[in-house]
């Protein structure tokens, strides 16, 4: 039977209960972080604890564990639902006050924990994936990692409507990120990313990407791009906890654009996976 974790508790999921009056429910008053599991142990588990903490901090309130008493509790949740190769996702909301939009700084945060078997997409990482581009019509608070997320809903189902496996957002004409990944494009050899502005969410993974190519000697910029710049790029790739490096192939939507899986994509997916066996392994 699959376990969950609620504060302090790890209950059957059937029989978990989250207060009426959670401001999660009401406001989507709250923080989360994935953290991508491999051979049943955590990959980045630090950094991703610590943009937790940064998250809820920037919404003014404080998690009611620490670092090391939330990863018991995560590895914990792992073995008691034998997961090898999946994710755990954590959350953490204001806590439960009757709906008022005036929040008051005495509430008691309510952490939540589940965890999926997910295995990596390999098909998609090897072919590439379609992107479908859209407005952003976002918060300007993108770099908080908050589970009110219906700008980004709502582009992941645009995609989808118009057979696409990811959304590419753009704020007027300047490139932004998908609606769960970070994009990157290669032009001339050269690796750009936007800048970890508010403007994205400053991924764990595309964190990881800048340093993987630095080490391997790939010039790299975080420096905004347009969608002719992007249009005009010799690869694009997306990444996240679950999607690690996935290849771009082709977008549509208000821009078009047709690309080959180029050897810095590839480079940089055999770098990460390295890193995870080294990590993890």
């Known amino acids: 039977m699959e376990h969950v974790w609620i504060n302090n508790k790890m209950i059957p999921k059937n029989e978990a209960v989250i207060p009426f009056n959670d401001r999660g429910y009401y406001f989507g008053d709250g923080v989360y972080e994935v953290i991508r599991i491999y051979n049943g142990r ?16 920037e919404l003014d309130f404080s998690l009611p564990f620490t670092q090391d008493e939330i990863e018991k509790h995560a590895a914990a949740l792992i073995s008691k639902n034998n997961v090898k190769d999946g994710y755990i996702y954590i959350q953490a909301t204001r806590g439960e006050q009757e709906r008022n939009h005036l929040y008051e700084r005495s509430l008691a945060p309510v952490v939540t924990g589940f965890t999926k078997e997910a295995p990596v997409p390999l098909e998609k990482q090897k072919k590439g994936i379609t992107l479908y581009a859209v407005e952003d019509i976002r918060w300007l608070r993108c770099d908080i990692k908050t589970i009110n997320l219906l700008g980004n809903v709502m582009a992941k189902r645009k995609a989808e409507d118009n057979q696409a496996h990811e959304a590419i957002q753009h704020r007027g004409n300047i490139i932004t990120e998908g609606s769960s990944t970070n994009v990157f ?5 050269i690796l750009y990313t936007h800048p970890a502005t ?17 080490e391997h000697a790939i010039p790299w910029k975080e420096e905004a791009f347009t969608m002719h710049e992007a249009a005009l790029a010799d690869e694009m790739f997306v990444s996240s906890t679950t999607m ?14 047709d690309y080959s899986i180029g050897t810095v994509t590839r480079k940089l997916q055999q770098a990460f996976q390295e890193n995870i066996r080294h990590e993890c392994f």
């Open 42 to 57: 955590f990959f980045l588990m630090n950094k991703h604890m610590k943009r937790l903490q940064r998250s809820a901090a």
């Open 185 to 189: 494009i290669v032009q001339q050899g």
């Open 198 to 214: 508010n403007l994205i969410l400053h991924g764990i993974t595309r964190e990881l990407i800048l340093s993987l190519a630095e």
């Open 244 to 257: 690690e490096i996935t290849p771009v192939t082709k977008v549509e939507g208000t821009f078009s654009a």
